[in-house]
């Protein structure tokens, strides 16, 4: 790989033929909650490069950089190089995170990826001090996870799509070019001669996300050009109905009880049943599928005699009745993969 050249700030003052960082637009509208300093989430990607220099040039000296390692392609190191490269022409601290993110019997390598990124994400930001962490997906991605969410048939939760502003881990988590495209990102990246690489399984199209990226969304650019405007307000609107629903699931468990007592749960109709038995389970991070709902609600109505005993399977647990009530028992032994002790280390 050749050398790398050292990446400039875009000053104000600068030249006006430069075009501007569109991410440092989106920083200046959004609504974040906190002061600084930030953690930006840099991959070494074109998107994250560009939040990251609008990040520095809108806080200087307030911003420290986050690369989660995942070790699981060869290229790893390279985008490690690259991120140094970048952060030492910016003065900016980098923290490299080496995750492990093998993944349990029956769980996605995308999915066990991409909870030991927020994991890591959220114990930098701590270790750090920093007030949130800021991710560069960008409005391409929101369509594409709309899109991956009605592939699979997804409830409101899924139709919602990405979360401009959210907390895991305890950490606060934001989205701030979610209205901004990729190709805007990426030309401007190339613009400014800044390095960056490519993700190379972005193009493997056994992924189904990646195959959307390739095929759906340029033939949606030909048909309906403004559909990342549009895709996006309905995303918004599933996201409202969404905290209504988890609203209503919140007074219903209260008054239901936790763990859920059964006769209260029948005085309810049915899709409230589900509505707050969904987010009972998620509070044990349970997600059930439509089939497993199903059954639950089919148990809980046929639950009349002292006798009648539930024992089902739901994700990787199994609710059961005792006594006049519903418990989860989680899988034995069950584990997320996390970030080690000796995880974190600065460049």
């Known amino acids: 790989m050749a050398d790398l050249p050292t990446p400039k700030l875009t000053s104000a003052s600068s030249s006006s033929a430069l075009p501007v960082n569109p991410a440092l637009a989106a920083l200046t509208a959004a609504m974040l909650s906190a002061p600084p300093p930030w953690g930006i989430a840099y991959s070494g990607g074109a998107d994250s490069t560009a939040l990251l220099l609008a990040a520095a040039q ?5 911003v420290q950089a986050i690369h989660i390692h995942h070790g699981l392609q060869a290229a790893a190191d390279d985008f490690v190089r690259v991120c140094g490269s970048v952060c030492a022409g910016l003065s900016v601290p980098l923290h490299v995170v080496r995750v492990d993110a093998g993944h349990a019997s ?19 930001a701590q270790q750090h001090g920093l007030a949130g962490v800021l991710l560069g997906q960008h409005a391409d ?68 996300r990646n195959r ?18 549009t895709f996006a307000r309905s995303a918004q609107h599933a996201a409202q109905a969404h ?20 006769a209260a749960l029948q005085v309810l109709s049915q899709p409230r049943q589900a509505n707050l038995l969904r987010h009972w389970l998620q509070q044990h991070r349970a997600t059930p599928s439509a089939a497993q ?16 005993q539930i024992h089902l399977k739901v994700a990787a647990g199994h609710v059961i009745r005792q006594g006049a009530v519903l418990h989860y028992l989680p899988a034995a032994g069950k584990a997320a993969p996390g970030v080690g002790p000796a995880g974190l280390a600065s460049l």
């Open 58 to 62: 809108r806080w200087p000296g307030q």
């Open 106 to 124: 029956g769980e996605s390598p995308e999915d066990a990826a991409r909870r030991a990124r927020y994991a890591a994400l959220a114990l930098a």
């Open 141 to 208: 991605d929101q369509v594409e996870t709309l899109l991956l969410a009605l592939s699979r048939g997804a409830g409101l939760p899924g139709l919602a799509s990405m979360a401009a502003q959210f907390e895991r881990h305890g950490a606060a988590f934001y989205r701030p070019l979610l209205q901004i495209t990729a190709a805007s990102l990426r030309q401007w990246v190339v613009a400014q001669q800044i390095p960056f690489l490519d993700d190379p399984s972005n193009t493997d199209e056994r992924y189904t």
């Open 212 to 229: 959307i990226r390739a095929r759906l969304l340029p033939a949606l650019d030909q048909a309906i050009p403004q559909f990342r405007r």
């Open 243 to 262: 905290g209504l629903l988890l609203d209503i699931a919140q007074q219903d468990l209260m008054a239901v009880g936790a763990p859920p007592a059964i």
């Open 293 to 308: 709902m199903a059954q639950l609600l089919r148990q809980v109505a046929a639950c009349t005699t002292r006798g009648h």
